[in-house]
């Protein structure tokens, strides 16, 4: 008998995931620069001597009132779009754990605690910095525990990076991981007033979904009526209604049909829904949330000193850094599992660093903690785009250097490929 080989850490996945995740990342960088741009444009527009027109904008409500939906802009933003946003999440985190490679638990281990440290650890620092600061200031406790998918793939995209396709299925993984734990975050502790009669009734339009899609169907004129019903009763029951998203994802099938041809309807949504998601819903939120008064805010001198702004931005570059490459090495050290051959702990210091790119779902909490337009507010959001933007220059610097190393390497090696054009490499590892 044969003793197995220790399995390895972030190892090359099957050709066709890997083939998948390039396709994912294509469309989040693209993405990710219009969130970058969104974010520029209101930065810019709030600070200038127009910010009262940006206020307007943010403020102005529509909706119906009888429903309890007369919502500003930016609460349209926050409520409705993102729901876009974690459906395509919830798509994908459903896609990652029951069809793909990461189904197998050994493969699944190492992202869920990277995305568990990785949450751990800037909370534990964000209470610590403002254990004495009072004001109401701990309940940001979860600000500094998301990693924003987009902007995080975007840094990739921009840098040009070589980085081994494990790496950047492990960051797109643990994003997904990280943005189901802010979800549950946001439906546990940030949810003041439970309404039961809404929540019960939301039930029924989301089981009429999940049959339609169980038998196949994808008629928009019968989904998307129950959808905006399941939306809209969540809402009503005082959880945030971007949960709905995750919970109507999670009821689409992700293999085919038993004799069935083509993609799953997973595929299907996701593909059609995810250029909607990454190019308009997050874009728009970003714009609406990330329109804070620097003057404003930093006022006497408070702004970046605040204890809110600093256990932030140190939560986002120091915490998710040391959560996500200290849960990786206790993976090592408790498992008999080691880094892939060719991969270097500069590489996963790499991923940390740009865990700590929390953008979206961080200036969502930062809105849903201390209320959105508050002092606290634009502390918390100062000190989401400051850690963002240090973890992000961080980030590219170490992953420039690996790039440089990486790109030498494919200098030197050529790997042959079949007449299907899938490398040898991966032939052999699917085997």
Known sequence: MTRSRARRLLERGTWPEVSRIGDVLRTESIGGLLLLAATVVALLWSNSPWSASYAGLSGF??????????????????????????????????????????????????????????????????????????????????????????????????????????????????????????????????????????????????????????????????????????????????????????????????????????????????????????????????????????????????????????????????GKTVGVVGATWLVQRFTRARLAEGLSWWDVLGIGLLGGVGFTVSLLIADLAFGAGTAHDGYAKIGVLLGSTTAAVLAAVVLRLRNRHYRLLCAEEEVDADADGVPDVYERTDR
């Open 61 to 318: 409500r529509v909706g119906p009132a009888a429903w309890h939906l007369d919502l500003t802009l930016a609460g349209w933003a926050a409520d409705g779009l993102l729901a876009v946003f974690f459906f395509v999440a919830g798509l994908e985190l459903k896609r990652e754990f029951v069809a793909g490679d990461l189904r197998d638990p050994r493969r699944a281990v190492l992202p869920v605690a990277a995305a568990v440290g990785g949450m751990a650890v800037p909370a534990i620092i964000y209470t610590l910095v403002n254990g004495t600061a009072g004001g109401g200031s701990l309940a940001g406790w979860a600000v500094p525990t998301a990693t924003d998918i987009a902007f995080a793939l975007a840094v990739l995209g921009v840098i040009s990076t070589h980085l081994p396709a494990a790496l950047r299925t492990f960051l797109l993984t643990l994003a997904v991981v990280d943005d189901l734990l802010a979800i549950v975050i946001i439906a546990i502790f940030y949810t003041a007033a439970l309404a039961w009669l809404p929540l019960l009734l939301a039930v029924v339009p989301l089981l009429g979904f999940g049959l339609l899609v169980r038998r196949g169907v994808t008629s928009a004129w019968l989904l998307l009526p129950l959808a905006v019903a399941t939306w809209a009763l969540v809402h009503a029951a005082g959880i945030h209604a971007t949960v709905a998203g995750v919970l109507l994802a999670f009821t689409v099938p992700v293999r085919p049909a038993a004799g069935a041809a083509g993609a799953s309807l997973a595929h299907r949504f996701e593909h059609r829904w995810r250029p909607l998601s990454a190019g308009v819903a997050v874009p728009v939120f970003a714009f609406f949330a990330a329109g804070v008064s620097i003057a404003g805010v930093g006022g006497g001198g408070t702004g970046i000193a605040n204890a809110i702004t600093l256990g932030i931005a140190a939560g986002l570059v120091a």
